[in-house]
């Protein structure tokens, strides 16, 4: 496969920042949630240790807001995960750094986010 798409770009420096993006949202992925076993594009957060005996009643809602608080974060390194692995899609089929509106995403925008999948302009939108 060639490492060009219509518009001339060169997608090789791009996918190497992505599949390097994906490998490090997936280690930290890995240090709160785990893959389901059912569905293993989706992640799960690892509960966390709960002692039924604490009498504490402050202690149980720090447990339970420290659990609200890592779900958060495994919520939008999934999110990213997912845009980067579609952008990795688009990189193959060669519609990499196309806007969804059909015109070209610049440059400096993939440098800045190279999972994005719309031009500067219709960012807007």
Not at 29 to 50: C, G, V
Not at 108 to 115: F, Q, W
């Amino acid at each position: 496969m060639t490492n060009k798409i219509s518009n001339g770009m060169d997608t090789k420096h791009f996918k190497t920042k992505l599949e390097d993006e994906k490998k490090k949202l997936e280690e930290g992925l890995s240090k709160i949630a785990h893959k389901d076993p059912k569905d293993p594009d989706n992640w799960e957060t690892d509960p966390e240790e709960l002692n039924i005996m604490a009498s504490d009643k402050n202690e149980v809602a720090d447990v339970f807001e420290e659990s609200a608080n890592k779900e958060g974060v495994e919520i939008e390194l999934e999110e990213r995960l997912n845009r980067v692995k579609v952008a990795l899609r688009r990189i193959e089929d060669g519609t990499y750094g196309v806007c969804k509106e059909g015109c070209k995403i610049e440059e400096k925008r993939l440098e800045a986010n190279p999972a994005a999948e719309t031009c500067i302009e219709h960012a807007k939108y």
